[in-house]
T-cell receptor, first 109, second 114 residues
Framework: KNEVEQSPQNLTAQEGEFITINCSYS?????LHWLQQHPGGGIVSLFM???GKKKHGRLIATINIQEKHSSLHITASHPRDSAVYIC???????????FGKGITLSVRP | GAGVSQSPSNKVTEKGKDVELRCDPI?????LYWYRQSLGQGLEFLIY????????KSGLPSDRFSAERTGGSVSTLTIQRTQQEDSAVYLC????????????FGNGTRLTVT
């Protein structure tokens, strides 16, 4: 079993919809990162969180440490949100990162 | 520059040749990761450097792969006797290494082994 599981693997939405992407992990962590990769593009960091909730524009990230679960929400989705969203957890004494496989989101106009 | 810089951006090599990929992390960042991303696949961890600690090499797929980080800054990933299955985008990321510090990724090196 992978240490970091993301669901769903692929997601298609209509412009304007509210989108939720999930990440579950099986190890104790010190932080969780949400990353975004546009087709053919580089990877950018969206959020890093270790508790609670963070908001940036239309994006909201939440984490429940007890349940070992995090969600990334996109409100009023737009085609430019189409990308791969990757969850990564930081754990261990050396803060090593373990990545999920990512979720491919397509937002249709 | 302000970001993580990787070179070359593209590399085409013949099977059996050795290649070197370079990563310049953000100045002062003590943590440096190498990952690779094969077509349609997720990120595969290769190696992690953190300050002066021994690197975590647990992700290197074979002994043809090696990496070093000189002076705690620039890192070089070397692949010897390249194989076609080595074709991938090789990504470097760095962070300050402090608790809850964000990651910064380079744009990657696209390696094609013919």
């Amino acid at each position: 079993k992978n240490e970091v599981e993301q669901s769903p693997q692929n997601l298609t939405a209509q412009e304007g919809e509210f989108i939720t992407i999930n990440c579950s992990y099986s190890v104790g962590i010190s932080a969780l990162h949400w990353l975004q990769q546009h087709p053919g593009g580089g990877i950018v960091s969206l959020f890093m969180l270790s508790s609670g909730k963070k908001k940036h524009g239309r994006l909201i990230a939440t984490i429940n440490i007890q349940e070992k679960h995090s969600s990334l929400h996109i409100t009023a989705s737009h085609p430019r949100d189409s990308a791969v969203y990757i969850c990564a957890v930081e754990s261990g004494a050396n803060s090593k990162l373990t990545f999920g496989k990512g979720i491919t989101l397509s937002v249709r106009p | 520059g302000a970001g993580v810089s990787q070179s070359p951006s593209n590399k085409v090599t013949e099977k059996g040749k050795d290649v070197e990929l370079r990563c310049d992390p953000i100045s002062g960042h003590t943590a440096l990761y190498w990952y690779r991303q094969s077509l349609g696949q997720g990120l595969e961890f290769l190696i992690y450097f953190q300050g002066n600690s021994a690197p975590d090499k647990s992700g290197l797929p074979s002994d043809r792969f090696s990496a070093e980080r000189t002076g705690g800054s620039v890192s070089t990933l070397t692949i010897q006797r390249t194989q076609q299955e080595d074709s991938a985008v090789y990504l470097c990321a760095s962070s300050s290494g402090l608790y809850n510090s964000p990651l910064h990724f380079g744009n990657g090196t696209r390696l094609t082994v013919t």
